[in-house]
């Protein structure tokens, strides 16, 4: 079963695409919600220096039908909005893809992570697309998948192996970045730009684990 992590432009036509392009310092966070077609519903965090000025222009908005404040403290409000037009949401509710909350919306870009099956992921793709959805897949992974799954895409590890293999990373080194490149057949700045990610990954997760141990 695939895990999924995606990056969406939120449309522009909506009032939270609106409002987080405007404002792209503040975060809203999506805590909960009930997507429909013609009514949605949502319990969204609001972080912002001053959050009152914002939950004015979400008022204002024509497509927003109903506002709760529910509280509010120093940069942080936490808002029930009721919206006629929940068209974010209309994918993964069309899909039938539960979304993992709370997820992210700034700068009129929202982060979902879904586990779900890879028919309907392809469904969630095809709706997105047929929405007219700009959006990014940044990584697919397996339940169940080994460390370094992951880590490292397959990509990722198809040419960190090959640099292991060709012994770039030995010292002295047995091999330059062009070796490793012809044997997969690439450029050198693509297999510069794949190894360096993957190190990127790989260093950012050891420290990780060290600062948890």
Known sequence: MPHA????DIP????IGDISADHP???FQVVASIPG?????????????DPLP??????????VEDLELLWKHDDEALLQIQTANPLPLLPVWRAGVPLKMPFDIQDGEATWEVTTSTRRLSSLRDHLDDLGFRFSIEYVRE??????DQLLTNRQQEVLMAAVEAG?????RESTLGDVAETLGVANATCSDVLHRAEGHIIHWFVEEHMNA
């Not at 770039?168 to 002295?172: F, G, N, R, S, V």
Request: aromatic share 6%.
């Open 5 to 8: 992590k995606l990056t969406i």
């Open 37 to 49: 077609e013609g009514t949605g519903i949502g319990l969204v965090r609001l972080v912002s220096t």
């Open 54 to 63: 914002i939950i004015t222009d979400i008022q204002t908005r024509d497509d």
């Open 168 to 172: 770039y990373y030995l010292a002295p």
């Open 12 to 15: 522009e036509r909506t009032w």
């Open 25 to 27: 310092e503040v975060l």
């Open 143 to 148: 339940i169940g998948a080994s460390q370094a």
